[in-house]
């Protein structure tokens, strides 16, 4: 009955009152007794949880759920289900936006080019040292975000250089490299296999000195793609 007293009120400003009673089969009394009823104490709870609700949800700068909203309330010692803070966020048309978190880049985005893929996307070898597949990720820290660049031996699949540093430059991979190159024996013409980074410093032909090797850079980096290292004595 309270649904459709509740109709009647809500229409009220289009149709005429006597009418919509007659139409819905309810007395006009009995309409007039309902609008002119106090509110529940249910009512009046649900009215003073919708306040607190509103008010928690606008100072989130409308970020907060259900959840977060419920542990809120439950911190000024208003203790709620779960499905009635979900249900009043439903009636007052209160839905959160959910920002996406930060994402470094290690990528660019792009077509590949002309660059060739040396390793035909075949990552097995005979041998140690003749093909090495590489890549950089990030860790984050209390201090902000730590980059970690690995170079791993196709054949024993084996991390055998990394390097960590607070930036994505060029160094960043040289130094991985570097670190392979001094602890593992290295063919000559060996293959390092990663994606298009973007580090600006080996998108270009250069090269590296390592101690005990030298490696030349003779491809740029770009996505599934390869570049040629030769790997000669240090004099």
């Known amino acids: 009955m309270s649904a459709k007293f509740a109709f009647i009120d809500a229409e009220k400003a289009l149709y005429s009152i006597v009418k919509m009673c007659a139409w819905i089969g309810v007395s006009t009394s009995g309409y007039y007794e309902w609008r002119d009823r106090p509110p529940s104490a249910t009512a009046q709870r649900r009215g003073h949880l919708a306040t607190l609700i509103e008010w928690i949800f606008t100072d989130s700068d409308q970020t907060y759920g259900h959840r977060r909203i419920r542990a809120a309330l439950a911190r000024q010692g208003e203790h709620v289900t779960p499905e009635l803070v979900r249900a009043i966020m439903r009636e007052r048309g209160l839905v959160p936006c959910q920002p996406r978190p930060f994402r470094p880049t290690t990528t660019l985005a792009g077509d590949a080019g ?23 990720t990030y860790l984050p820290t209390w201090q902000g975000w730590l980059y970690l660049a690995t170079v791993i031996d196709c054949h024993t699949k084996a991390c055998i250089g990394y390097a960590l540093a607070e930036h994505l430059r060029a160094d960043l991979v040289i130094d991985a490299l570097q670190m392979a190159a001094r602890n593992y024996t290295l063919a000559d013409g060996a293959i390092f296999h990663s994606d298009r980074g973007t580090q600006p410093g080996l998108n270009r032909s250069s090269q590296h000195r390592l101690v005990p090797v030298t490696l030349a850079v003779r491809r740029v980096l770009r996505l599934g793609s390869s570049i040629r290292v030769s790997c000669v004595a240090c004099r």
């Open 114 to 136: 002309s660059i060739p893929d040396l390793v035909a996307r075949d990552f097995t070898a005979d041998v140690p040292g003749t093909k090495l597949v590489g890549d950089i």
